[in-house]
C-alpha cells in the first residue's frame, strides 16, 4: 500500500493505482475524457493535469502511478491555466453548437469549460471541417466535429471488445474516427460508445431530439431482456421510456449493455402491445373483463375446488409481483398448481449458483451448450475482461457446435446434441473412475463413448479431466438444457477442493427470484401442470406474462393442454401466440411501469425503479388480483411485509444445502438418414425476445444456423435462405446462414423466433429438409 | 488480390517475428506495383496478414507515402523544409505547378504527375530539393526544374 | 580549417559502399577487435568511459543507456533510429547512403556489447536510395561472414533487418519507432516502461541513432582516451554537424565538439552566402530555439549550447541570413509541426495547428497586436504539457525569435506586412 497526500488529505492505495483514481476516492474530482478504467491510461486528452510537488511539470493524473509521500495538488493556478489551455485547444475545431447537442446538459466539454473558463473566442481562424450527423449504424450517428479524440470508443470496441470496428483515420489535427471502410458497426455493444463518448460525438440515434437534459426523468433499473440482469438508469418523458444507459456500479460492474438491452426498451410502444382488455376475442372494458373473470374464478372454484385453478408465471413479473401470485394462489385460491413456463428442462441448485466475481477470479470458464455472447452478451464481455487480465486464463466450450470464438480464444468439444452431461460424466470416470462419487455418476452410462466433430484425442480428454478436477477456480456457464447436467455439476463441487462456481445462463430472467417468493421453478412441476391439464383437471388458468405455445419444449402438446383448460385468461404486454386459445387476454403493466426487485443468474437482487404509468388500460398484476380477491369477496391484503431481501445474505440470495448426485443416463443417439439434420435450440438475445421496432433493422434476417457443407448441399449462398424441415411432428420453414462454427448434419436454431416455432419439431430432433412448398401446403 | 501478393505477404512474415511487423513491407511493396492503396486492396493485405481490416486501414492511413487515391506514375514531392524554403523551393513548387497547371496535392488530368509538398527530406545540402518516385534530386535550379518533369523515372 | 575525418573519413573514397573497398580501407578490422580482445561488459565500459552521448537529440550518454537493460534472460534487440527527419539534419542520410558498412559494423560491435542477437535499422520511409543501399550492405556482410551465425569464429552470431518506415517524423521519437516498427500507427508510448526494459516486442531494446553507433569502430580502434581527448569533459569526441540554409557549402562538417559556431560556418560551411550577414542560427535542428549572431562564439558543446539558451540537438545546423523574415521562419516550422503531430493529444494537435495559422496569418499581413500576446500564451499552453516531446519542440524556434527579434514581429501585425517582403508559399493566397 503506498500513502499519499492529495490536496493536503491523506490517503492509502494500492501500488499501481493512478492518482486520479486515487483523488476520486478522496471525492477529488479531476477532470477526463480519454482515461477510463476499464481502458488504462492513455494519456492523450492532457485535460487532467496535476502539480506534484518535486515535479518540474504538471502531469496527467491518469498515467501517473501514486509513490509513497507523493503530494498532488488537484487545483491550482498553474493547473487551472493548464487544463484551461487543454478546454481551449479542444474547442477551437469545435462546432460550439451545444443548442443543438443532445449531449447538452451531460457533456464533459461543457461541464468543464464552466468550471474552467476558457479564454473562450480568441480562437478565429477557420475550422476544419469532418463529417456530422452520419450514421455509424442503425442506432448510433457520428459527429466528427465534437470529437475529442479521446479514443475512448475506439479503444472499448478493439481492445476491451475484441471486435475492431471502429478505427483512427489519419493524422495529426485531421485525425477522425471512423468505422471499418465506412461500413455500419454491427457488435452488439456497440451502444456502449454512447456511453463512453465524453462529448456529443458519438449519439443514440433512437433518442435523437427527444428530450434535453431539463425535461427528462432518469430511474434507476435493471435490465429485463436476459439473466444478467444488467443495472441500467432509464430516461423517461413525458410517461414514455426514451433512452436506456448502463449504470456502472463503481469496483463491481462497468455498466456495459449490449445493444438488446439498450435499444430493446421500446417494446412498451410497439404496435403489439397490448392496450385493451378481450373476452372471447372482442374488445372489452377493464372493468368488465375483470368482473367476467372474477365470475369465472367464483364459478369454477363453486364447481371444481381451489385445485383445479392453475397459474402459469413467465418471465415478466418482478419478485414481489411472483410473490403476491403465489400468495393469491394460496390463500384465496387454495390451489397448489402455480408453475413457471420455461423452455430448458434444467435446474441449478442454489448451492452451486456462482456470482460474477467468480468470473474475475477464474482460472478456467466452461460454456455449456451455449455461447454466452449469444444467450447472455455482457457475460462475454466479463469473460473477455477477465481473459484480458489473465492471458492464461482456459476457456473450453462444450456444446453441439464450436462454442468459443475469437474474441476469448478457447479449446472446443464438439459433441453429438444433447451428450454434454454423459460425456463430462465419461471424461472425469478416465481421470478418477475410482471415486465413488464419479463412479455413482458413470453407473448407467454403460458403453458411452462420445463422438467429436473435428478430431479430439483421448489425451485431450482426460486434460479436460484434469483441468475439470485440478483448477483453481472452475467456472461453468450452463445453458441448462440437459437436466442430468445438474449431477455432473453437484458431482464436480464435491470432489473439487477450490471454488467451482457455476452460472445459469438459462431464462426466464427472473426465475431465481420466483423461486424466492416461494414458486417452484423445477421443470417437473410445469410437465406436471400441462399432464393434468391434458387430462381435464384444470379449469381455470391463469396464464401471467407467460406464453406456453412459444416457451414449451413441445408445442403440440401445449396446445393440447390449453385446449383442454375451461378458461384459459392471460394477463401479459402482448398477446400470446394462438390467441385463439384463450377466452381473455387483458393486458399487463411490466419493465419500467411497475417498481420490483429482480433476481439475475447470480442470484443477486437488484432493485428497478418504475419510470412510466402503463399505458391504455394495461394495470399491474397485483391490481388484477385485489380485484380478483374482492369478486370472491375474500380479503387480501396487497401491502404485505415481504422483505426479498436477507438482511444476512444482502443482495446475494442466501445459500441451502445441496442434493445428491445421480446418475447420468446413457443418451440414445436416434438413427440419422443422409442428409438428416439434428435440430439445436439455443437462447439468442439479440434473434429471440420482445418485439422492439428500433431494434428490427438490426434483427439477422437469417437467424438459423448451419454448416458450409449443409448449406452448400441445401442451395443455400450467400447471405442466406429459406429451407423446409420436416419432423416426426409437422413441419416448419426457417431462415438460415452459414455459420462455419456447425458442424454438419446440425441445425441451430434460437428459440421463440416469430414464425420458425422450434418447440414445433423438438430440440434435439432429427428433420429432413423439404421443399417449401411441401412446407406450405402442410 | 494479385497471384504474387501471397508470395509477397509470405515474404515479408518470414523476415520477422511478428506478422505485424510485415505490415509496412508488404504495402510499400504492392504500392509500388498499384500506385495506391484501394480500399480493396487494404482488404487483401489485411487477409494477407490475418489482420483486422480497421487495423490495416488505421495504420495505412497514419502514414503520409501510403496514397489512399491514385496517384501519377511520376510522383514529385518538394521539398518545403526550411533550408529549402531559404534556397528558394516556394519557387520552385510555384513553377511546377504553372508548368503542369495543377495545385500541390493534385494530379494531372492525365494521370500521370502529382505534385506534392515533403516536409524535410533531409538532404538540405541540396537545397532545394525534390523527389521524383523518392529518388532525390537537387539542388533543382531553374534551369533543372524543367528535368523533374521529364527525366528518367524510376520507381 | 581543420577537418577531423572519423565517421566521414572514407566519404569520398569511391565506391566505399562496396564491401571490398569499405574493406580495403581498415574496415570490419575494428569488429575484429572487438571480438577477439573484449568482453561485451569490457565494451559497454569503454563507451561508458569515453563519454559518448547519443547523436540523435536528446545527448544521453550511450555507455548508461546500455546498461540499463535488465540481465535477465529474454532476447534483446538493438534498434538503429535512421529515421531522420529533424529539419536541417542530414547527416545520417548521408551515412547510410554512402558509407553504410561503417554503420553495419557499428551495430555488429554495439550488439556483441549489449548482448543484442537481432539488430533493425529503421529507416525513414523517403530513404528508398538509403535503405536499399543498406540491404545491399547486410547482404554483403553476410556473405563475408560477418553477419549470420559465429561471426568471425567468435561464437558471436547476429541478425540485421532493414526496416523502411513510411513518412512520419514521429516515428523517430524512440518509442513510436517501435510502435511503427511492429507495423502499427506511429503514436509515442506511455513510458515507463522505457525501450531499455520492455521495447520492440515487449523485449529490453536499445534504440541509437545512426551517428551514435558510427561512432563505434573508431572508438574501439583508438580508445576512449583518444575520444576524450577531443571535445569538453562533458561532451567529449566528435559530432557531425549538418549545415544548410544561407551558406556558400552546406554540408556535413565533423567537428571535435566545443568546436566555436562561427568556424563550423565561415570556416567549414564557406560563410554566409551573397555576402550578408548572419541574423540567426538554429544549432540543432528544428526543435531548439535560435541563437543570434552575437553568439557565434559559442562552443559547440552540449552545456555551451544549452548555457546559451539552446541546444546542441541532432547537430542541424540552419544558418539564417539579415535579409530573412523570422515570422517566415518559424511559420514554416510551425507548419512542419502541425504536419508531422501524431494527434494523439491534444495541446499539440490542435495547438501547432492553431499557432501556425496565426504566424500565416501574421506573415500574409493580416495579424493583428493582440496576436503576439496570443502565441505566447498558446506556446506557454503547450509547453511542457504534451504526451511526447513533439509538442515542446514545436516552440524552440518561435519563442526564442519572438523574443530575440520582437520588433520584426511587432512590425508585421502593425504595418500589416512584412518588412522583409517574404511571402510564404502556403499564405500567397490567405
Ligand atoms: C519528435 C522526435 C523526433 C525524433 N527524431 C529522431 C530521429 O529522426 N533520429 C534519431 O536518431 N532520434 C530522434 N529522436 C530521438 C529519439 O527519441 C531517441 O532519443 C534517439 O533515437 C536515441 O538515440 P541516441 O541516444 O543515440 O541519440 C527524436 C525524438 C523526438 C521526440
Ligand atoms: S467519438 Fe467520442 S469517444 Fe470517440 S474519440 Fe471522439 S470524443 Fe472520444
Ligand atoms: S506528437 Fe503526438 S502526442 Fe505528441
Redesign the pocket.
Known amino acids: 500500500m503506498i500513502r499519499l497526500t492529495i490536496d493536503d488529505r491523506e490517503i492509502t492505495v494500492p501500488e499501481g493505482t493512478m492518482v486520479v483514481d486515487a483523488a476520486q476516492e478522496l471525492g477529488i474530482d479531476v477532470p477526463i475524457y480519454c482515461y477510463h478504467q476499464a481502458l488504462g491510461p492513455l494519456g492523450a486528452c492532457r485535460i487532467c493535469l496535476v502539480q506534484v510537488e518535486k515535479m518540474p511539470k504538471l502531469v496527467t493524473a491518469c498515467t501517473t502511478a501514486v509513490q509513497e509521500g507523493m503530494v498532488v495538488h488537484t487545483r491550482g493556478s498553474a493547473v487551472d491555466k493548464g487544463r484551461q489551455g487543454v478546454l481551449e485547444f479542444l474547442l477551437i475545431n469545435h462546432p460550439l453548437d451545444c443548442p443543438v447537442c443532445d449531449k447538452g446538459g451531460e457533456c464533459f466539454l461543457q461541464d468543464y469549460t464552466f468550471q474552467y473558463g476558457s479564454a473562450a473566442g480568441r480562437y478565429d481562424e477557420p475550422k476544419i471541417h469532418k463529417l456530422k450527423d452520419a450514421a455509424i449504424n442503425e442506432f448510433i450517428i457520428i459527429d466528427q466535429e465534437r470529437c475529442v479524440l479521446c479514443q475512448r470508443c475506439v479503444r472499448f470496441m478493439g481492445e476491451y471488445v475484441g471486435e475492431e470496428q471502429l478505427l483512427l483515420e489519419g493524422r495529426g489535427v485531421e485525425t477522425v474516427v471512423s468505422t471499418v471502410s465506412h461500413q455500419p458497426m454491427d457488435s452488439q455493444f456497440s451502444g456502449n460508445v454512447i456511453d463512453l463518448c465524453p462529448v456529443g460525438a458519438l449519439l443514440s440515434i433512437p433518442y435523437r431530439y427527444k428530450a434535453r437534459p431539463w425535461n427528462l426523468e432518469r430511474a434507476e433499473s435493471v435490465c429485463p431482456h436476459c439473466p444478467v440482469a444488467c443495472t441500467t438508469s432509464v430516461t423517461s418523458r413525458e410517461g414514455h421510456v426514451i433512452r436506456v444507459e448502463g449504470r456502472p456500479i463503481p469496483g463491481h460492474d462497468w455498466g456495459w449493455l449490449c445493444d438488446r438491452g439498450r435499444f430493446g426498451y421500446d417494446f412498451g410502444y410497439v404496435e403489439d402491445r397490448l392496450l385493451n382488455a378481450w373476452l372471447d376475442g372482442e374488445i372489452t372494458s377493464a372493468a368488465e373483463s375483470t368482473r367476467t373473470i372474477g365470475s369465472w374464478l367464483n364459478d369454477t372454484l363453486e364447481q371444481h375446488g381451489g385445485d383445479s385453478v392453475a397459474f402459469l408465471v413467465g418471465g415478466q413479473q418482478t419478485m414481489e409481483e411472483a410473490y403476491q401470485i403465489r400468495r393469491f394462489a394460496d390463500e384465496v385460491v387454495g390451489t397448489s398448481k402455480v408453475a413457471v413456463s420455461r423452455s430448458v428442462k434444467g435446474y441449478l441448485p442454489l448451492g452451486l449458483n456462482g456470482t460474477f466475481e467468480d468470473l474475475d477470479r477464474a482460472d478456467t470458464i466452461v460454456y455449456l451448450g451455449q455461447d454466452p455472447y449469444d444467450a447472455v452478451p455482457v457475460v462475454h464481455l466479463k469473460v473477455r475482461d477477465r481473459y484480458r487480465d489473465n492471458p492464461g486464463l482456459k476457456v473450453i466450450g462444450i456444446g453441439a457446435y464450436d462454442l468459443t470464438r475469437s474474441t476469448v480464444p478457447g479449446d472446443a468439444f464438439v459433441l453429438e446434441p444433447g451428450e454434454e452431461a454423459a460425456f463430462l460424466a465419461y471424461t472425469l470416470a478416465k481421470v478418477a473412475a475410482s471415486n465413488p462419487i464419479i463412479a455413482r455418476l458413470g453407473e448407467e452410462l454403460g458403453d458411452f463413448s462420445p463422438t467429436f466433430k473435428g478430431a479430439k484425442s483421448e489425451q485431450e480428454v482426460e486434460t479436460l479431466g484434469r483441468q475439470l478436477l485440478e483448477s483453481e477456480h472452475l467456472v461453468l456457464l450452463w445453458d441448462g438444457k440437459d437436466p442430468h447436467m445438474e449431477s455432473v455439476l453437484l458431482a464436480l463441487r464435491g470432489l473439487r477442493e477450490d471454488v467451482t462456481a457455476v452460472l445459469p445462463t438459462f431464462g426466464p430472467a427472473n426465475w431465481r427470484g420466483f423461486e424466492r417468493a416461494g414458486i417452484a421453478v423445477d421443470y417437473d412441476r410445469l410437465e406436471a401442470f400441462v399432464e393434468e391439464a391434458i387430462q381435464g383437471k384444470i379449469h381455470l388458468l391463469f396464464s401471467i406474462g407467460a406464453d406456453l405455445l412459444r416457451d414449451y419444449p413441445d408445442r403440440e402438446r401445449a396446445k393440447a393442454a390449453l385446449a383442454a383448460i375451461d378458461r384459459v385468461v392471460s394477463v401479459g404486454l402482448f398477446f400470446p401466440e394462438q390467441r385463439e386459445l384463450y377466452h381473455a387476454v387483458i393486458p399487463g403493466a411490466g419493465w419500467s411501469e411497475v417498481d420490483g426487485t429482480y433476481t439475475n443468474m447470480e442470484g443477486r437482487m437488484q432493485v428497478a425503479k418504475a419510470t412510466v404509468q402503463p399505458p391504455g388500460q394495461s394495470r399491474p398484476v397485483r391490481t388484477y388480483l385485489g380485484s380478483w380477491a374482492h369478486a370472491l369477496k375474500k380479503s387480501f391484503v396487497l401491502e404485505p411485509e415481504w422483505d426479498p431481501f436477507d438482511h444476512n445474505a444482502g443482495d446475494l440470495i442466501a445459500k441451502d444445502a445441496l442434493p445428491e448426485v445421480q446418475s447420468v443416463p446413457k443418451p440414445a443417439r436416434p438413427a440419422m438418414k443422409d442428409g438428416a439434420l439434428r435440430l439445436v435450440g439455443t437462447a439468442l438475445v439479440m434473434e429471440g425476445g420482445m418485439p422492439s421496432e428500433i431494434l428490427q433493422p438490426r434483427i439477422p434476417k437469417y437467424p438459423g444456423r448451419i454448416s458450409l457443407a449443409d448449406a452448400s448441399r441445401l442451395g443455400i449462398g450467400e447471405p442466406g435462405g429459406e429451407l423446409g424441415l420436416r419432423g416426426q411432428q409437422g413441419m416448419i420453414s426457417v431462415m438460415v446462414a452459414v455459420d462455419e462454427r456447425i458442424p454438419q448434419g446440425v441445425l441451430v436454431l434460437p428459440y421463440g423466433v416469430v414464425g420458425s416455432p422450434l418447440n414445433q419439431l423438438g430440440d434435439g430432433a432429427v428433420v429432413e429438409a423439404v421443399s417449401l412448398e411441401e412446407v406450405s401446403l402442410r | 488480390m494479385k497471384p504474387e501478393w501471397e508470395l509477397w505477404a509470405q515474404e515479408a512474415k518470414a523476415e520477422f517475428p511478428k506478422a505485424n511487423s510485415a505490415l509496412l513491407p508488404l504495402l510499400h511493396r504492392i504500392q509500388s506495383q498499384e500506385h495506391y492503396l484501394s480500399e480493396d486492396t487494404i482488404r487483401d493485405v489485411a487477409v494477407l496478414l490475418k489482420l483486422p481490416v480497421p487495423y490495416v486501414e488505421s495504420v495505412a492511413s497514419f502514414y503520409s507515402l501510403y496514397y489512399k487515391n491514385p496517384v501519377g506514375k511520376r510522383i514529385i514531392h518538394v521539398c518545403m523544409g526550411l533550408s529549402c524554403a531559404l534556397n528558394g523551393s516556394d519557387e520552385l513548387m510555384h513553377h511546377l505547378e504553372g508548368k503542369l497547371g495543377i495545385q500541390e496535392g493534385q494530379t494531372t488530368p492525365d494521370g500521370e504527375v502529382s505534385l506534392l509538398e515533403a516536409e524535410c527530406l533531409a538532404a538540405c545540402n541540396l537545397a532545394p530539393v525534390a523527389q521524383v518516385n523518392l529518388r532525390f534530386v537537387g539542388p533543382v535550379t531553374e534551369d533543372t526544374a524543367d528535368q523533374l518533369l521529364t527525366g528518367e523515372v524510376k520507381s | 580549417m581543420t577537418q577531423t575525418f572519423y565517421l566521414l573519413r572514407n566519404q569520398a573514397v569511391p565506391d566505399i559502399d562496396r564491401i571490398e573497398v569499405y574493406e580495403a580501407n581498415q574496415g570490419y578490422q575494428a569488429l575484429r577487435k572487438a571480438l577477439k580482445e573484449y568482453e561485451p561488459k569490457a565494451l559497454v565500459e569503454m563507451v561508458k568511459a569515453s563519454g559518448l552521448r547519443?547523436?540523435?537529440?536528446?545527448g544521453?550518454p550511450?555507455g548508461m543507456?546500455w546498461s540499463f537493460l535488465p540481465d535477465d534472460g529474454r532476447p534483446r534487440y538493438l534498434v538503429v533510429?535512421s529515421?531522420?527527419?529533424?529539419p536541417g539534419t542530414f547527416k545520417?542520410r548521408e551515412l547510410i547512403e554512402k558509407n553504410p558498412h561503417l554503420l553495419i559494423e557499428g551495430m555488429i560491435i554495439s550488439s556483441y556489447a549489449t548482448g543484442a542477437r537481432e539488430a533493425y535499422i529503421y529507416c525513414r520511409g523517403e530513404f528508398l536510395f538509403g535503405s536499399e543501399q543498406l540491404k545491399r550492405a547486410v547482404a554483403e556482410a553476410y556473405q563475408r561472414g560477418y553477419l549470420g551465425e559465429n561471426i568471425l569464429d567468435s561464437g558471436f552470431s547476429l541478425d540485421i533487418k532493414v526496416y523502411r518506415g513510411a513518412g512520419a517524423?514521429?516515428c523517430?521519437?524512440?518509442s513510436a519507432l517501435l510502435e511503427s516498427l511492429e507495423g502499427k500507427r506511429g503514436n509515442p508510448r506511455l513510458k515507463p516502461p522505457f525501450p531499455a526494459v520492455a521495447g520492440l516486442y515487449g523485449m529490453p531494446t536499445v534504440?541509437?541513432?545512426?551517428e551514435?553507433i558510427c561512432n563505434l569502430p573508431p572508438l574501439v580502434e583508438n580508445g576512449p582516451e583518444w575520444y576524450r581527448s577531443m571535445g569538453t569533459e562533458k561532451s567529449p569526441g566528435l559530432k557531425i554537424m549538418s549545415v544548410s540554409g544561407h551558406v556558400n557549402r552546406p554540408g556535413n562538417y565533423e567537428i571535435p565538439l566545443a568546436t566555436p559556431l562561427r568556424a563550423l560556418i565561415e570556416e567549414y560551411a564557406g560563410g554566409v552566402k551573397g555576402g550578408r550577414q548572419v541574423k540567426a542560427v538554429i544549432p540543432g535542428g528544428s526543435s531548439v530555439p535560435v541563437m543570434t549572431k552575437d553568439q557565434l562564439d559559442t562552443p559547440l558543446d552540449y552545456e555551451s549550447i544549452l548555457a546559451a539558451g539552446s541546444m546542441l540537438g541532432?547537430g542541424g545546423c540552419i544558418v539564417i541570413d539579415d535579409q530573412t523574415c523570422m515570422v517566415a521562419v518559424s511559420a514554416r516550422l510551425l507548419k512542419f509541426y502541425r504536419e508531422e503531430s501524431c494527434g494523439k493529444c491534444t495541446p499539440c494537435r490542435e495547438g501547432t495547428f492553431w499557432m501556425t495559422d496565426v504566424l500565416e496569418r501574421m506573415e500574409a499581413g493580416e495579424g493583428t497586436p493582440h496576436d503576439l500576446d496570443l502565441i505566447r500564451d498558446m506556446a506557454d499552453n503547450i509547453a511542457g504539457k504534451c504526451f511526447?516531446?513533439?509538442g515542446d519542440?514545436a516552440l524552440g524556434v518561435v519563442v526564442s525569435a519572438m523574443k530575440y527579434f520582437p520588433d520584426e514581429f511587432e512590425a508585421h501585425v502593425t504595418e500589416h506586412t512584412c518588412p522583409m517582403g517574404a511571402r510564404l508559399y502556403d499564405t500567397v493566397n490567405h
Do not use: H, M, Q
Open positions: 547519443g547523436r540523435g537529440g536528446a544521453f550511450t543507456k533510429n529515421d531522420e527527419a529533424e545520417d517524423y514521429i523517430g521519437e524512440e534504440v541509437n541513432n545512426v551514435t541532432s511526447c516531446p513533439l519542440a
